[in-house]
């Protein structure tokens, strides 16, 4: 039903300096994959099978993960290592990948709108590869899917954070229509926690309906000077309508230290029982 998914990756991780200096945040790897792997390998399990990039200078890395490496291929052809490419060679199979770049980096928002010439006029999911998702029995993108066949508007996900991180993200507030959705009335961007209406904080998943280039096209630069998705997706929901969804699951935030540390302990305690 949503075949596109945007990976805005143009940002420069500048929390991680000096190991994004030269590489894309994206590439850095929990254990032996990459985070931007992760986060296609979710929009795949969605149907979401038209991946589109939002890059920007010195990120060449992410396209040539997506390609085929046929020296190395050649090099591994019949030995036990064979079966470390598999995972990347059948996302390469299945899945398109387009490629366009943000020239300045106007923030999250005006990356989105730069994708509009890859996903066009109709749904698209979005995902920030640096929130690393981990789902209860499906994927968080899958999950959100299923409430977009129902209500057909923008949806974002959001999860409930310590008060004293509120500055960290998108807040959202709003009429709830049960145990994990909820219908936003506001939102604002990095507030402070006297600020703040609730805890409930936008994480790196959305799914959006097209009118939102249009908006986006008029949104002026907000919070850090920057062009805000947060300021858009308000606009939508005083107009329209945007949905707040409590994804089943937990997420790594592996743009910090913390979470990213986090989420390899996880994947490491996996790996050690056998499970990936
Ligand atoms: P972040 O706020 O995490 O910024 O952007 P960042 O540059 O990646 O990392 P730090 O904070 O400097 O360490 C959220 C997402 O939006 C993308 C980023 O690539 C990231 O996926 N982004 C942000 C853009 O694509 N363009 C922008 O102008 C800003």
């Known amino acids: 039903m949503i075949k596109k998914c945007l990976f805005p990756v143009a940002g420069y991780g500048t929390r991680f300096l000096p190991a994004t200096k030269a590489m894309p945040k994206e590439i850095l790897p929990i254990l032996d994959k990459p985070l931007v792997q992760y986060a296609v390998e979710e929009a795949a399990e969605a149907g979401m099978l038209d991946i589109g990039f ?15 490496s046929y020296e190395l291929e050649h090099q591994i052809a019949g030995t036990g290592k064979e079966k470390s490419l598999q995972g990347i060679r059948s996302l390469i199979d299945t899945c398109t990948f387009s490629y ?11 990356a989105i709108l730069t994708g509009q010439a890859i996903i066009g006029d109709e749904p698209f999911g979005v995902v920030l590869a640096d929130d690393l998702c981990i789902g209860d029995e499906q994927g968080v993108l899958s999950q959100m899917l299923a409430l977009f066949k129902q209500y057909r508007c923008s949806i974002v996900a959001v999860e409930e954070v310590p008060k004293n991180q509120t500055g960290s993200y998108g807040i ?35 799914i959006l309906t097209p009118d939102i280039f249009e908006i986006l096209r008029t ?9 805000q998705i947060t300021d858009a997706l308000l606009q939508q929901a005083k107009t329209g309508c945007v949905m707040a969804y409590k994804f089943k699951g937990r997420r790594f935030d592996c743009g910090s230290i913390d979470g990213f540390v986090a989420a390899t ?12």
């Open 54 to 68: 939002v890059t920007g200078r010195g990120k060449r890395a992410i396209e040539d993960h997506f390609d085929v």
């Open 219 to 227: 949104t002026p630069a907000g919070k850090n000077g920057e062009v």
């Open 100 to 110: 366009t770049r943000q020239i300045t980096m106007r923030g999250l928002g005006d």
């Open 265 to 276: 302990n996880y994947y490491y305690d996996q790996y050690k029982k056998g499970g990936c």
């Open 172 to 206: 959202v507030d709003g009429e709830a229509l049960g145990d994990r959705l909820i219908r936003v009335t506001d939102m604002i961007e990095k507030p402070t926690p006297a600020e703040a209406p609730t805890n409930l904080a936008i994480i790196g998943r959305y």
